[in-house]
């Protein structure tokens, strides 16, 4: 599984060309590939580290909300029990299944998508992490594999994130202004595809960082008897 997602990235890598402008500066393709490596890698950065933190707050919510069972047992030896048995129909209420899953993996999508990535390849990107690194990594510490999230989250999440492009498009195009407003435009561009912004909030057009510094962190701990617990921490400096 580790393997195949390895070769998805060097597939992008080795069809990646320099990028003279963004991709919204150029006219619609759904089949161009003209990659940003630069903005990819940020984007991959992102979204792994936002992923594991968002890992660490579902794991800190409620049974009853997640359906993750809770029981006396180390973290490793859980993952490895859950992504060694097949997927399973899970029981997660209709919001996680049919909302959040589809816009996490817009968002996946939107991450290949704006760096230049065309729609096939922006489809196997979100198929990548939603499967091997979300449902087979750091989900699989909690609860077996989803047969609905393996299918939902990379296939809706591409119909609902080459939407989100195409409205990205034209919010750029508008001076980033949604309604004649660039408050609302800002918002909007934030929501449906913050991995990208983010990317542009800490990192140059030189791969430096930025002169506002910006951290996310979560840190688990293990204590010797196996319990579990999560820490997070955020910074943002003017």
Same mark, same amino acid.
């Given at each position: 599984?580790?393997?195949?997602?390895?070769?998805?990235?060097?597939?992008?890598?080795?069809?990646?060309?320099?990028?003279?402008?963004?991709?919204?500066?150029?006219?619609?393709?759904?089949?161009?590939?003209?990659?940003?490596?630069?903005?990819?890698?940020?984007?991959?950065?992102?979204?792994?580290?936002?992923?594991?933190?968002?890992?660490?707050?579902?794991?800190?919510?409620?049974?009853?909300?997640?359906?993750?069972? &809770?029981?006396?047992?180390?973290?490793?030896?859980?993952?490895?029990?859950?992504?060694?048995?097949?997927?399973?129909? &899970?029981?997660?209420?209709?919001?996680?299944?049919?909302?959040?899953?589809?816009?996490?993996?817009?968002?996946?999508?939107?991450?290949?998508?704006?760096?230049?990535?065309?729609?096939?390849?922006?489809?196997?990107?979100?198929?990548?992490?939603?499967?091997?690194?979300?449902?087979?990594?750091?989900?699989?510490?909690?609860?077996?594999?989803?047969?609905?999230?393996?299918?939902?989250?990379?296939?809706?999440?591409?119909?609902?994130?080459?939407?989100?492009?195409?409205?990205?498009?034209?919010?750029?195009?508008?001076?980033?202004?949604?309604?004649?407003?660039?408050?609302?435009?800002?918002?909007?561009?934030?929501?449906?595809?913050?991995?990208?912004?983010?990317?542009?909030?800490?990192? &140059?057009?030189?791969?430096?960082?930025?002169?506002?510094?910006?951290?996310?962190?979560?840190?688990?701990?293990?204590?010797?008897?196996?319990?579990?617990?999560?820490?997070?921490?955020?910074?943002?400096?003017?």
């Amino acid at each position: 599984m580790r393997k195949l997602a390895i070769i998805v990235f060097l597939m992008l890598g080795l069809i990646a060309s320099p990028v003279k402008a963004s991709v919204y500066d150029r006219q619609y393709s759904f089949m161009e590939n003209d990659v940003d490596t630069q903005l990819l890698k940020h984007n991959t950065i992102i979204l792994v580290g936002s992923s594991v933190v968002v890992m660490g707050l579902l794991y800190l919510a409620p049974s009853s909300f997640t359906n993750w069972e &809770d029981k006396d047992e180390s973290p490793f030896s859980k993952w490895w029990k859950n992504v060694s048995h097949h997927p399973v129909i &899970d029981k997660d209420d209709f919001f996680l299944n049919y909302v959040t899953h589809p816009y996490s993996g817009a968002l996946y999508y939107m991450g290949a998508r704006s760096a230049g990535v065309n729609g096939i390849y922006s489809f196997l990107y979100s198929a990548a992490l939603s499967t091997f690194f979300w449902e087979y990594g750091v989900e699989a510490f909690a609860e077996r594999p989803s047969i609905q999230d393996l299918i939902i989250t990379p296939v809706c999440g591409a119909i609902l994130g080459e939407g989100f492009y195409l409205a990205k498009r034209h919010i750029v195009s508008n001076d980033e202004k949604l309604l004649g407003s660039k408050i609302l435009g800002k918002t909007t561009l934030f929501l449906i595809d913050p991995m990208t912004e983010v990317s542009n909030l800490i990192w &140059d057009q030189n791969d430096k960082p930025m002169n506002n510094t910006f951290q996310l962190q979560g840190m688990p701990s293990y204590s010797h008897k196996g319990g579990f617990s999560y820490g997070i921490s955020l910074q943002f400096n003017f």
